[in-house]
């Protein structure tokens, strides 16, 4: 029996391939309104970051997400982004 392949994304933070489900996905909607999506499933275009302070506050620094969305990313995302983030990296 085969076994399932595990999807990857590569987190903007770290730049390094894991596993979908270890993180956390930003999306952007076709209006432009940008939310954390727990789920993996809404629609629209989409970041992935880990769980990680640390990732996150390289994104931040290199305007990682700025770049992966082509549009400036209001403060707000990046407040309830950190803080749903774990604080440190494994």
Known sequence: M???K???RKCIGCNEMKEKR???RIVRNNEG????DPVGKMPGRGAYIC???ACF???VKAKRLERAFKTKIP???YQALRESLSESCQ
Request: charged share 25%; aromatic share 0%; net charge negative.
């Open 2 to 4: 085969a076994d399932k």
């Open 6 to 8: 595990i999807p990857l």
């Open 22 to 24: 270890e993180l956390i």
């Open 33 to 36: 309104v940008m939310n954390i």
């Open 51 to 53: 769980n990680c302070t």
């Open 57 to 59: 506050d390289a994104a």
């Open 75 to 77: 403060d707000e995302i």
